[in-house]
């Protein structure tokens, strides 16, 4: 309910938001539909009620997508996808995440040029970190923007399916914020 695999609609450029373990492939990431609670995305990003420092799990964070999608070719993001992001925003407010790092990570499709997705999927990560930042008064110290370009689709039967222009999130444990 609420979870789509793949992405419908050919006009607007869909972007994942995922928390994604660093060893994990991008295809298994359950994308939602509607925002799901904030409590809910902690839990998903660092286990059952948000595992304790000495938890050994810890080192292997949870995942989770999102459909945000931005304005064809741009880094703006559609109004209509913004209670999503703010999911999101609500989750890094939470008292045991405040201290977190996350990165967020732009991915491209394989259309266009290698160097043109690559700065794409930078500029995309970065507007998401702006959102972020202006909206939830989140500290920029504790979003890291890195560009993968169309290095790891989603999608690799299709690298040029919509699904693979996405943003992921993931937790980042060995760096807290003081």
Not at 31 to 60: H, M, N, Q
Not at 148 to 166: F, I, K, L, M
Request: aromatic fraction near 6%.
């Amino acid at each position: 309910m609420g979870i789509v695999k793949r992405l419908v609609h050919p006009i607007w450029l869909s972007i994942l938001l995922g928390m994604a373990a660093a060893v994990a492939s991008a295809a298994d990431v359950t994308i939602f539909t509607r925002p799901p609670a904030p409590d809910k995305l902690a839990e998903i990003l660092l286990g059952p009620k948000y595992r304790s420092v000495g938890d050994a799990s810890a080192d292997a964070p949870g995942r989770f997508g999102m459909m945000i999608n931005f304005e064809y070719d741009s880094v703006k993001i559609v109004p209509r996808t913004l209670p999503l992001l703010d999911s999101v925003g609500e989750m890094l407010l939470l008292e045991e995440v405040s201290k977190k790092v996350l990165v967020i990570e732009g991915h491209a499709d394989a259309s266009g040029p290698e160097a043109y997705n690559q700065s794409l999927s930078e500029r995309r990560a970065e507007a998401i970190k702006r959102y972020l930042v202006a909206t939830f008064d989140v500290s920029p110290k504790r979003l890291l923007v890195l560009g993968a370009g169309e290095s790891d689709p989603h999608d690799r039967h299709d690298p040029y399916h919509a699904v693979n222009r996405r943003v992921v999130f993931r937790s980042s444990q060995s760096i807290v914020i003081d």
